[in-house]
Antibody
Framework: EVQVVESGGGLVQPGRSLRLSCTSS????????MSWFRQAPGKGLEWVGF??????????EYAASVKGRFTISIDDSKTVAYLQMNSLKAEDTAVYYC??????????????WGQGTLVTVSS | QSVLTQPPSVSAAPGQKVTISCSGS????????ISWYQQLPGTAPKLLIF???KRPSGIPDRFSGSKSGTSATLGITGLQTGDEADYYC???????????FGGGTKVTVL
């Protein structure tokens, strides 16, 4: 079965760091870009960033709201994508979703979504 | 404030049709394919429509998509109670170098 599973969420104090993991299975991980989204309580979806497959350069793009604080990386050998979140703020509180971009074009859709992991930033 | 604009809510009776609009600009919808996602209550989003009007395997043909200029539309016919969900449009914005989404539209079956 093609799937991605997030882990690593939890309660963290403002200013601290947290790393989320996204473990993939059922597909050739190295062929796809991986992306992170988030959804604050009662709000809509917000794109966080993506990383292209290393085959296509492994470059990253981020939303302005997290640029400089969040970093996406991948470990092809473990088929895991990571979201390193630093200098966390209360407004980063959200369910974080890991997704697979289905193709190589920037407008290609996100066809596989994880179940999400909740990150709560509070003192 | 979302880059793509959707109505907050739409509603209709069972069996009827609803349409959800998604308005953008030349830097996003106008020059890129659009996708639609369905998020049932308490669950993760699911891809519903891609490349403006294509359905992934398993998505019934009651769901349809179209695009004209800088706007796109999602249509749902034969509305069912199981269609009650939030629906989002999304695409790439070439000027922002960002994935952009609409604010979401809540569909209510009366």
């Amino acid at each position: 079965e093609v799937q991605v599973v997030e882990s690593g969420g939890g309660l963290v104090q403002p200013g601290r760091s947290l790393r989320l993991s996204c473990t993939s299975s059922g597909f050739t991980f190295g062929d796809f870009a991986m992306s992170w989204f988030r959804q604050a309580p009662g709000k809509g979806l917000e794109w966080v960033g993506f990383i292209k497959a290393k085959t296509y350069g492994g470059t990253t793009e981020y939303a302005a709201s997290v640029k400089g604080r969040f970093t996406i990386s991948i470990d092809d050998s473990k088929t895991v994508a990571y979201l390193q979140m630093n200098s966390l703020k209360a407004e980063d509180t959200a369910v974080y979703y890991c997704t697979r971009r289905s193709g190589t074009y920037l407008y290609d859709p996100f066809d596989i979504w994880g179940q999400g992991t909740l990150v709560t930033v509070s003192s | 404030q979302s880059v793509l604009t959707q109505p907050p809510s739409v509603s209709a009776a069972p069996g009827q049709k609803v349409t959800i609009s998604c308005s953008g600009s030349s830097s996003n919808i106008g020059n890129n394919y659009i996708s639609w996602y369905q998020q049932l209550p308490g669950t993760a989003p699911k891809l519903l429509i891609f490349d403006n009007n294509k359905r992934p395997s398993g998505i019934p043909d009651r769901f349809s998509g179209s695009k004209s200029g800088t706007s796109a539309t999602l249509g749902i016919t034969g509305l069912q109670t199981g269609d009650e969900a939030d629906y989002y449009c999304g695409t790439w914005d070439s000027s922002l170098s960002n994935v952009v989404f609409g604010g979401g539209t809540k569909v209510t079956v009366l």
